[in-house]
C-alpha cells in the first residue's frame, strides 16, 4: 500500500520533480561541454595543429590542394560524387576538426591526407569558400 504522505507530498509540489530533472539535464550538459572543450585543447595542443593554424591560407593554392587530392570524390566544386557534399563544411566543423578529419583516414574511403602546414591553412581558406 502506498504511503499517503508521499502522496499528499509529491501533490503539493508537482513543480519539485520538473526542477530535478532540469538540474539533471543541466549537469549532463556541463559535464558533456567540459569534456568536448577538454578534447579540443588537447588536439589544439598538437604542434602541426598550432602550426597550421599560424600559417595564412590563399584560396587559390588551396583550391589547387583540392582539384589535385580530393575533388575525384568530392566533386570539382565540392558537390560530392564518392565522397559527400563539402559545401558549408567550415561553418559546421572547427578548424581543428576539420584538420583531424582529412588527416585522420578516419573515415574510410577517406585516405589520410599529410599535407604540410602551409598546404593545409590553405585548404583550410578553400574550404571556407564552399
Known amino acids: 500500500m502506498e504511503d499517503p504522505a508521499l502522496k499528499s507530498e509529491q501533490t503539493l509540489n ?3 520533480n520538473v526542477q530535478k530533472a532540469l538540474l539533471v539535464a543541466l549537469s549532463w550538459f556541463l559535464v558533456i561541454a567540459v569534456i568536448i572543450g577538454a578534447v579540443y585543447q588537447l588536439r ?3 604542434p602541426y595543429v598550432r602550426d597550421v593554424l599560424h ?3 590563399t584560396v587559390a593554392q588551396g583550391n589547387a590542394i583540392f582539384q589535385l587530392n580530393c575533388s575525384g570524390c568530392h566533386g570539382a566544386s565540392g558537390d560530392g560524387k ?3 557534399s563539402l559545401h558549408r563544411v567550415a561553418a559546421h566543423r572547427s578548424q581543428v576538426g576539420l ?3 582529412i588527416t585522420s583516414g578516419k573515415t574510410p574511403p577517406m585516405p589520410k591526407f599529410q599535407a604540410n602546414p602551409q598546404e593545409m591553412a590553405d585548404l583550410l581558406e578553400y574550404l571556407k569558400t564552399l
Open 82 to 84: 564518392v565522397g559527400p
Open 44 to 46: 589544439l595542443s598538437d
Open 99 to 101: 584538420i583531424y578529419q
Open 14 to 16: 508537482p513543480d519539485l
Open 55 to 57: 600559417h595564412e591560407g
